[in-house]
């Protein structure tokens, strides 16, 4: 079954540095998604991306945070200067173009560790 | 707004024994509910989800789940638990306001604190 794939699965970082999350969704999905899940918390959103830009996102996703899809299949994450309160575990995720009640496939996350 | 609420952080139950995973929701309008489960170091797992139709969800593993509109309530059960059910199980709700060109739904989820469901042998 296709998976979506997460790199790395941990990323340590000082703070104030830049760090980029990679992702690669299911092959024909055409909806994506960031979340990201603090040690002990809920799972949050943070964007979606549809269409070459981005269709929503949250009030955790501010102008440190952006995301691309360079090239057919890759999707990413970029945290321009990181901070300690970063700290978590990032889920990427995808869904296909059937219909909106089709379920969201997650990635296995990147946990990001700011120092 | 749109929100969920699992009231127990943890459930234990043992092998064998029936299992049941709380979860109430707040939404807006039509509810499209989902579970996923987490196993240890992986991401989150499609478990089920309730769009329309039947109260009575069945999903993967032997697991359903049960819509109750009047208490807004979309717990999930197993008849008969396995120690390898222990994981963590996730509740969510999507969001349906946010349309694209398509006309189709965006669909954040928003997701429930986590169950923690320890199955003893």
């Known amino acids: 079954e296709p998976e979506v794939t997460q790199t790395p699965s941990h990323q340590v970082t000082q703070m104030g540095q830049e760090v980029i999350l990679r992702c690669v969704p299911i092959?024909?999905?055409?909806?994506f998604y960031w979340y990201r899940q603090i040690l002990g918390q809920k799972v949050e959103f943070l964007v979606s991306f549809y269409n070459n830009e981005i269709s929503e996102k949250s009030e955790i996703f501010d102008d440190q945070f952006s995301v691309e899809r360079p090239d057919g299949s890759n999707f990413t994450l970029k945290i321009r200067s990181t901070k300690l309160e970063d700290s978590a575990m990032y889920f990427c995720a995808s869904r296909g173009r059937v219909s909106s009640n089709q379920p969201q496939h997650f990635g296995d996350g990147t946990r990001l560790s700011i120092l | 707004a749109q929100s969920v609420a699992q009231p127990e952080d943890q459930v234990n139950v043992a092998e064998g024994n029936p299992l049941t995973v709380k979860c109430t929701y707040s939404?807006?309008?039509?509810?499209?509910l989902f579970w996923y489960v987490q196993y240890p170091n992986r991401g989150l797992q499609f478990l089920l989800k309730?769009?329309?139709?039947?109260?009575l969800v069945k999903g993967s593993y032997g697991f359903e789940a049960e819509f109750n509109k009047s208490q807004t309530s979309f717990h999930l059960k197993k008849p008969s638990a396995l120690v390898s059910d222990s994981a963590l199980y996730f509740c969510a709700v999507r969001d349906m306001s946010v349309q694209s060109d398509r006309g189709s739904t965006l669909g954040r989820l928003y997701f429930g604190r986590g169950t923690q469901l320890t199955v003893w042998p």
């Open positions: 309730y769009i329309t139709g039947d109260n």
């Open positions: 092959s024909n999905h055409l909806y």
């Open positions: 939404v807006s309008g039509n509810p499209y």
